[in-house]
């Protein structure tokens, strides 16, 4: 099985966040399972460039990827480079899985593929729902999807990473076939035993590409009614412009006393994660989520939105919690949680073993191997 992975951004643009470390992850094992991948990605690293030779194929943990050059510095990520290249190499491949959507290299890939005859798989990432259509860029969305991305998408195949993902696809598009796998989640084999003290404040944790998408608006103004000690602890980067207006929520509900901003983190992800009570992810819109796996993995207590992909699995297991997006239902949430120190250290104490099983490696493999030569089969 040949298998062509397309995405904007690989590793290591971080900066991108959970996605371009799930599409690194799948092509890692994914070779270790004894498949022939390639990646075609772009030098987009935000706003920068990341510095790797381009057009020749290099081995990234034992992945072949080529960077190609993109000409624009936004995120349509144009490159004619790897567009050239897809067209010339496509057809030596059994299958060309192209990574999220409006882009014009994942929209451009998905056309050639197409017209040269290869089967296309679709993993929008969480950039193909309702609300994609509402937020930024929304008027050159709607043109992209009435001209040429709805007669496409018929025409593919489409991963999902949720229930709720499959069901927001299915009011906008019905591809050949939908079908359902999680991401894979990049974790510690080993967790740490100790706990953050529970007597005093809960210890808050945001941690997230800082955007309009996340909702960390709506947690600053639930913060504005929470009763009970807390602090928050918001990591992660977005645009200079938009964490300004955050922090003037801040200033303006008089809660910057009880936040630390400590921007991007990397490395050291799993021990902050480890050393808090509860990390918040009130999202107006998130196909899976793999911060909450990850935080789970280490056995931090999540609250999510009912809008993350990953809420059904939370609360069926008892995870966290799952509240309605409204700064009321929030601030209500948080002043039960510091109460509930029992719950707390019970689910600190299963999570990590939880979520090792049901998202073990080899069998995520499996599924996705098995999803590819359905495909195959099927062309």
């Known amino acids: 099985m040949k298998l062509l992975q397309i995405n904007a951004s690989y590793k290591p643009a971080y900066i991108y966040g959970g996605p371009t470390m799930s599409v690194s992850k799948l092509s890692e094992q994914l070779v270790k399972a004894g498949c022939v991948v390639e990646v075609f990605t772009t030098t987009a690293n935000g706003k920068d460039e990341l510095p790797v030779k381009q057009n020749e194929k290099v081995d990234v ?20 480079a790897l567009l050239r290249r897809q067209w010339n190499d496509v057809r030596k491949f059994d299958l060309v899985h192209v990574h999220a ?30 609300y994609s259509f509402t937020n930024r860029n929304n008027f050159p969305k709607k ?6 991305g709805k007669h496409l998408l018929k025409r593919c195949y489409i991963h999902v990473t ?8 299915e009011t906008i598009i019905h591809p050949r076939d939908i079908i359902n796998i999680p991401n894979f989640i990049e974790i510690p084999d080993d967790v740490s035993n100790a706990v953050p003290n529970q007597a005093g404040a809960i210890k808050l944790l945001f941690f997230s590409r800082i955007e309009e998408k996340k909702g960390l608006d709506i947690l600053l103004n639930a913060l504005a009614t929470v009763t009970v000690p807390y602090h928050l602890t918001i990591a992660g980067g977005g645009d200079a412009g938009y964490i300004e207006k955050l922090k003037t929520i801040a200033e303006k509900n008089k809660i910057s006393a009880h936040i630390s901003w400590i921007g991007f983190q990397g490395s050291n992800k799993f021990d902050l994660l480890q050393q808090h009570h509860l990390m918040v992810l009130p999202s107006y819109d998130e196909n899976f989520g793999n911060v909450v796996i990850e935080s789970l993995s280490m056995g931090t207590a999540v609250l999510i939105s009912k809008q993350v992909g990953l809420a ?54 499996r599924k996705y191997i098995e999803m590819y030569n359905q495909i195959i089969n099927n062309a």
């Open 312 to 365: 059904a699995y939370v609360a069926e297991n008892n995870l966290g919690w799952v509240c309605e997006l409204e700064k009321n239902d929030i601030s209500r949430f948080i002043n039960l949680i510091q109460k509930e120190t029992g719950t707390l250290s019970a689910i600190r104490t299963y999570a990590p073993g939880k979520i090792r099983d049901d998202f073990n490696e080899d069998n995520l493999t």
């Open 101 to 130: 959507w409006w882009n014009l290299v994942s929209v451009f890939s998905c056309w050639i593929a197409l017209i040269r005859g290869v089967p296309v798989l679709l993993s929008p990432r969480g950039t193909l729902s309702a």
């Open 162 to 169: 949720s229930p709720r993902e499959k069901e927001g696809i």
């Open 143 to 148: 043109i992209i999807h009435q001209l040429l």
């Open 61 to 80: 943990n034992s992945v072949g990827v080529t960077y190609f050059k993109r000409l624009t510095k936004d995120h349509s990520h144009f490159s004619p």
